[in-house]
């Protein structure tokens, strides 16, 4: 694996955030029918962030859901590793809620299929907008992101590598080459 470029750092990171929280308030008239949902794991903290400055903007108390999919993922027995599972954190009601939906990369689209499934067994929401701090292209399916940090388009042999200071000690996006061994 190696790193081709750094796409986001922390000040970047900052602003996408900034932006989130404005777009979504103002798309929604505000927060206080909002629900966040985090996608475990990076989508999580991402989602946490966006909360804390809707509370300084807006000063409101947006709630905020953790989604794990694994299970719900539709390639969940053909992988050939065996996937690990978390626990989703939701005490919510999501009936006729809006739904935001926050993860780090928008991919083939699978993901958001199964967070809306997953979603979509808690309760029957008002709406779900998704958010993602990168679309790196590549869809297999129809979606598409309601609010877009930035689009990087890549070939097939790069990934994109989303970092978080909770987890990863800094806040960064790197476009990196995979190797086909």
């Known amino acids: 694996m190696k790193v081709k470029a750094k796409i986001i750092d922390q ?5 996408i955030i900034t932006r989130f929280a404005h777009e979504i308030t ?11 949902m985090g996608m475990r794991t990076r989508g999580e ?12 903007l807006e000063n409101i108390d947006v709630p905020l859901g953790v989604l794990d999919v694994t299970l719900y993922r539709d390639d969940f027995r053909t992988r050939l590793k065996q996937p690990e599972v978390s626990v989703s954190d939701i005490t919510i009601d999501l009936t006729e809620k809006d739904i935001i939906l926050i993860d780090d990369v928008l991919y083939t689209g699978r993901t958001t ?3 809306m499934s997953a979603i979509m067994d808690l309760g029957r929401p008002a709406s779900i907008q998704l958010a993602v701090l990168v679309d790196r292209g590549h869809r297999e399916l129809p979606i598409k992101p309601d ?10 042999n790069e990934e994109v590598r989303v970092k978080v200071s909770e987890i ?7 476009l990196v080459e995979i190797s086909n061994n």
């Open 45 to 56: 903290f991402i989602a946490r962030r966006v909360q804390a400055k809707i509370a300084e």
């Open 168 to 174: 990863d000690g800094e806040d960064a996006v790197y």
């Open 113 to 115: 299929r199964s967070a």
């Open 26 to 36: 103002e798309k929604n008239k505000g927060g206080s029918n909002l629900v966040l």
């Open 11 to 15: 000040e970047s990171m900052g602003r």
């Open 147 to 156: 609010y877009t940090g930035k689009n990087i388009p890549t070939s097939i």
